[in-house]
């Protein structure tokens, strides 16, 4: 089976998947703080299923797509903006931006070593990697901080904010439960981060690269998971933005196919 390491270069893949436009730049940093209105609006109006739909789809698009592009500074955006956007848009959902980066680019590094926080529930069991996911966030941050990078006061700020709105949200139940509700389910759509992120994509055992994350394809996990089926993909080519992982997916199929990639697929 040939190796990660004659992996076609994004310049024999297309260096095209590297590019967005404007409207889709635009769009990225606009569609989180839309699903926190639209849960607004809708919760105001006791609307519950489109209020916790709008939540449901917030989860997916910061730290799985839009958070996890300004990681990876994939956007296209000047630094100061690129990082007050992380810093805001992870914050919609009481997390901090910076110390998701400086877990998941070890993650990318280290990967399955026992030092790789992120990628720890790899190794756990079903049960154990929801249990995982409760106190994941804590960890992640007390890792960061135990690193003493150049980020460490940034992420102490990122915390305090979080307090202050925890305290604001669940201060203010007496006069409306909208902002308590909200909350606590974005709160629990983060305990499924280990399990959706590390758990269920990688494993730890594999040999190299190609075999330590699966390949996800059919056309129902597609539906069920919004487009984000790409870790494999996104392992190898972390440069590319979210908004290309299903056409960087197509390019490489050919390759993976030709190494003996087996894929995952639930049915169709």
Known sequence: MPESSTLPTISEIGEDLLRINLFQR??????????????????????????????????FVTYGSISHDLVHRTLGLPRFLNETFLTLVELLAFRSGHAYRKS?????????????????????????????????????IKWTLNLKSA??????????????????????????????????LMIAGSWIIPLVTSHVPHNPEGRGELQQTLRFRGRLLSILAL??????????????????????????????????IKSVVLWF
């Open 26 to 59: 635009i769009a990225a940093l606009l569609i989180p703080f839309g699903c926190v209105a639209g849960y607004g609006y809708f919760a105001q109006k006791r609307l519950w299923i489109p209020a916790i739909a709008c939540l449901v789809y917030l989860s």
């Open 104 to 140: 998941h680019l070890h993650h990318h590094a280290r990967f399955p070593h026992d030092d790789d926080i992120e990628g720890s529930a790899a190794w756990m069991s079903l049960f154990r990697s929801l249990l995982e996911g409760v106190v994941f966030q804590y960890r992640s």
């Open 151 to 184: 980020d460490r006061a940034l992420v102490i700020g990122e915390c305090v904010a979080i307090l202050v709105a925890l305290a604001i949200c669940f201060g203010s139940f007496p006069v409306t439960p909208v902002l308590a509700v909200y909350a606590s």
């Open 227 to 260: 487009e984000h089926l790409y870790h494999l993909e996104h392992h190898l080519y972390p440069m590319v933005p979210h908004h290309h992982w299903p056409t960087l997916a197509r390019r490489l199929d050919p390759y993976f196919d030709q190494a003996g």
